[in-house]
């Protein structure tokens, strides 16, 4: 929040203020009037200060001791309040008939669907009604003094109305030396438990105090006399009532948010199905039974409040499985389960039962019970209830005791359980039988949350489909654990899938070698496991041959046959798709698409510049047979011959140039679609080969040395002795005189 809008706030709620002194001006807020939060912090930061800044608690200090339960001492301080008050007489009676007056008028507002803050403003205008001699004394109230005034009441009677003007708050030594306020304050923010005495006795060992005075050096101006035991005792007594939200929320947060958290909302608004949300927990402290220690693990249903319960040994996943179950066989499945962040619910296992039955799990925040309000109301029905009227039941807590326990870090608590309920003369299948008959008169109880109706009534009147199990025994296998790593297993060639040392095999799995497939298994029946793909569909049921006495041997044929099969059925069905499409010249192909797509031509080099090293030159004369003695060798034609010379040949010595390479027919788009053509034409229908068509092979074969792509696809086409054959033949039919015979290939099968 911006200052600004602090300042709006305080305004709007008229906050306790007065002139700050000093440069600057501006109004200081008085702590009471301030937010929760912000007390707390501002007292934090203080104490902080004055610790850090005082010497160490002397080793022979006592033990801090907790302060006994104060609730008697309340109750007693407001009946005699309450009985002075009738013996008030004059101004003191009318200061406090005025307040009652108020204090019932915004009550009644309140009853009428009003608030606090809008009575109060109602009051200030003149809009609520009171009589003149109350508008005459107190015309004008602020939302704080309300609540302070019924504070009061509740703490110390009708009489605390009448207000201590012969010794006005504020005015004690304590109030009049911040120092000692802000160190008690600090005090009670650690031990908010503390007896007065340890608090009094705190302060002469913090500061190494006397009975006489406060060193000056920490009194500020001047010294401070010491306060009593008796002062120090009255001014944390009227701390803990005037901050009785915040004293609830340092000592036992539990009860603070039972009795001053907020809750106006209406959890299950958004609830409009049945089945649309179920709520899952465990009972906060175990029932010690005949036969040990149990858990009692619920589940209710939020739209219809119909609930279950389930006692346990331990509360385990298997236990909250059993409970799923149970509800799902009797209710259907849900949309929705909420459940706690405990482990027992975040488990591998129910997490993959319910991924199995699409359920959305909602996980709770760590210590926020209010996430999940409903199950938490039906626990505290259900303890409270006829639970406490049962032989050898020992009661809740043990007052001072689980307060103090209440007040530790929720960090600690986590691992800490509550003291357990004593129920020694039940064993859990008593214990069993009286949840349920319990629950069943549950059912046909009417609740306030569904309008006067009773869950029975709400699921009666549901005329919708209700999402149900079609088969009960496939929840029973899905109910099963699966083991480490969520229960992924590896299918291997060796001994097909390992669990806890066992090796277990079927035949189907062959087809799954070295796929991941998921195991369920029951740990009390270890000869088998089930076996599922990773879509979820189920493989076989996998067994362990040491345990069933079934053949290795024989498994591991059976497994082998399947395999084999399942090879070849798989080759067949990639043959049958594969039928039509030839990828044999799909290197041809490519190459060709690229050089139509692409082709590489490079621009001549302008004005190019002729290159040469000594090395070039010296071969360019040994082409032309020059010597290092001169120009030319000085030997006859015969010696140079017989050396290896030669004289370059003349004009009409010079033999003639080889015919050029016959053009690729314009009816081609290149030289593979002419040479199926060609053989196509000659080899495969039998037609004489021409001239024409031997000169075109004899080219193919002067432009591709070795085109074997192109060779592999004819030989599969026309059988390898059968094609080389016509390929021989039509190269030296290239190369001989023109006046031989056509050469003609009979059409036979490949």
């Given at each position: 929040m911006s200052k600004a809008g602090f300042i709006k706030m305080a305004a709007r709620k008229e906050y306790r203020t007065r002139p700050r002194q000093g440069r600057g001006g501006g109004l200081e807020y008085h702590l009471s009037s301030l937010p929760l939060p912000a007390?707390?912090?501002?007292m934090r930061a203080e104490s902080r200060e004055i610790l850090a800044a005082a010497p160490p608690i002397p080793s022979n200090s006592r033990e801090l001791q907790p302060v006994q339960d104060d609730a008697a001492l309340i109750a007693a301080r407001k009946a005699e309040g309450d009985a002075k008050a009738a013996q008030l007489r004059?101004?003191?009676?009318?200061?406090?008939?005025?307040?009652?007056?108020?204090?019932?008028?915004?009550?009644?507002?309140?009853?009428?669907?009003?608030?606090?803050?809008?009575?109060?403003?109602?009051?200030?205008?003149?809009?609520?009604?009171?009589?003149?001699?109350?508008?005459?004394?107190?015309?004008?109230?602020?939302?704080?003094?309300?609540?302070?005034?019924?504070?009061?009441?509740?703490?110390?009677?009708?009489?605390?109305?009448?207000?201590r003007y012969g010794n006005r708050?504020?005015?004690?030594?304590?109030?009049?030396?911040?120092?000692?306020?802000?160190?008690?304050?600090?005090?009670?923010?650690?031990?908010?438990?503390?007896?007065?005495?340890?608090?009094?006795?705190?302060?002469?060992?913090r500061y190494d105090l006397d009975w006489d005075a406060l060193p000056a050096d920490i009194a500020g101006d001047g010294p401070i006399p010491m306060p009593s035991l008796k002062t120090v005792a009255r001014w944390i007594d009227r701390w803990k009532q005037e901050n009785a939200e915040l004293y609830a929320c340092l000592s036992n947060p539990d009860h603070w948010k039972n009795k001053y958290m907020i809750g106006w909302g209406d959890a299950s608004a958004h609830i409009l199905r049945l089945n649309q949300v179920w709520e899952f927990d465990s009972t906060p402290a175990d029932v010690m039974l005949k036969d040990g220690r149990h858990s009692i693990i619920g589940v209710i249903d939020l739209y219809s409040r119909r609930a279950k319960l389930h006692v346990s040994k331990t509360s385990r996943a298997a236990a909250v499985a059993h409970l799923l179950k149970n509800a799902l066989l009797d209710w259907g499945v849900p949309e929705i389960a909420k459940t706690d962040n405990g482990q027992d619910y975040v488990s591998h296992h129910i997490g993959r039962i319910l991924q199995a039955l699409d359920i959305e799990q909602q996980i709770s925040a760590p210590f926020c019970p209010w996430q999940k309000p409903h199950i938490e109301r039906f626990f505290?029905?259900?303890?409270?209830?006829?639970?406490?009227?049962?032989?050898?039941?020992?009661?809740?807590?043990v007052a001072d005791r689980e307060?103090?326990?209440?007040?530790?870090?929720?960090?600690?608590?986590?691992?800490?359980?509550?003291?357990?309920?004593?129920?020694?003369?039940?064993?859990?299948?008593?214990?069993?039988?009286?949840?349920?008959?319990?629950?069943?008169?549950?059912?046909?109880?009417p609740h306030r949350g569904l309008k006067g109706k009773t869950p029975l009534e709400r699921v009666a009147a549901w005329r919708e489909p209700?999402?149900?199990?079609?088969?009960?025994?496939v929840l029973d296998l899905l109910l099963l654990e699966a083991p480490g790593n969520d229960g992924w297993r590896t299918v291997t060639k060796s001994y097909g899938v390992r669990v806890d040392s066992?090796?277990?095999?079927?035949?189907?799995?062959?087809?799954?070698?070295?796929?991941?497939?998921?195991?369920?298994?029951?740990?009390?029946?270890?000869?088998?496991?089930?076996?599922?793909?990773?879509?979820?569909?189920?493989?076989?049921?996998?067994?362990?041959?040491?345990?069933?006495?079934?053949?290795?041997?024989?498994?591991?044929?059976?497994?082998k046959a399947v395999q084999l099969q399942g090879m070849r059925d798989r080759k067949r069905e990639a043959r049958r798709e594969a039928r039509g499409i030839s990828t044999r010249d799909a290197l041809e192909v490519i190459l060709a698409a690229r050089e139509q797509a692409a082709p590489v031509v490079f621009p001549p080099a302008a004005d190019p510049e002729t290159y040469t090293t000594a090395h070039l030159d010296g071969a360019a004369a040994a082409l032309r047979g020059d010597s290092a003695l001169g120009v030319g060798t000085g030997f006859t034609p015969e010696q140079a011959k017989a050396l290896g010379y030669l004289d370059p040949p003349t004009p009409e010595d010079a033999p003639p140039?080889?015919?050029?390479?016959?053009?690729?027919?314009?009816?081609?788009?290149n030289w593979f679609e002419g040479m199926r053509d060609v053989i196509h034409r000659t080899l495969g229908d039998g037609e004489p080969l021409s001239d024409a068509d031997a000169a075109y092979v004899a080219a193919f074969y002067e432009d591709h040395p070795n085109p074997r792509t192109f060779e592999a696809q004819m030989n599969a086409d026309y059988g390898a002795a059968r094609f080389h054959a016509w390929k021989r033949a039509a190269i030296d039919r290239a190369h001989a005189p023109r006046d031989a015979a056509p050469i003609a290939h009979q059409r036979t099968a490949s």
């Open positions: 007390q707390e912090a501002l004059g101004a003191a009676q009318a200061r406090m008939d005025a307040k009652r007056e108020i204090l019932a008028v915004v009550e009644a507002a309140k009853r009428a669907g009003s608030n606090v803050e809008t009575a109060v403003v109602d009051y200030n205008a003149g809009r609520l009604a009171a009589s003149p001699a109350t508008r005459a004394l107190i015309p004008e109230v602020s939302v704080s003094t309300v609540h302070r005034w019924g504070w009061r009441i509740h703490g110390y009677g009708l009489a605390s109305l009448a207000g708050a504020g005015s004690g030594i304590i109030d009049r030396h911040p120092q000692l306020a802000a160190a008690l304050r600090a005090f009670l923010l650690d031990y908010p438990h503390a007896q007065p005495a340890r608090a009094h006795e705190w302060l002469r060992a505290r029905s259900f303890s409270h209830d006829l639970l406490e009227l049962m032989p050898g039941y020992l009661g809740h807590n307060a103090l326990r209440a007040r530790e870090q929720f960090s600690d608590r986590l691992f800490v359980k509550n003291r357990p309920v004593e129920l020694l003369h039940l064993d859990a299948p008593a214990l069993q039988d009286f949840c349920d008959r319990w629950t069943a008169a549950y059912h046909a109880r209700v999402r149900a199990l079609p088969d009960p025994r066992f090796e277990y095999m079927t035949p189907e799995l062959g087809l799954h070698v070295g796929q991941r497939v998921r195991v369920l298994y029951d740990p009390e029946a270890a000869d088998l496991i089930y076996c599922f793909d990773a879509k979820g569909g189920f493989i076989a049921t996998a067994e362990c041959p040491e345990l069933t006495g079934t053949s290795r041997q024989a498994l591991t044929a059976a497994a140039p080889p015919p050029p390479p016959p053009a690729i027919p314009t009816a081609y788009a």
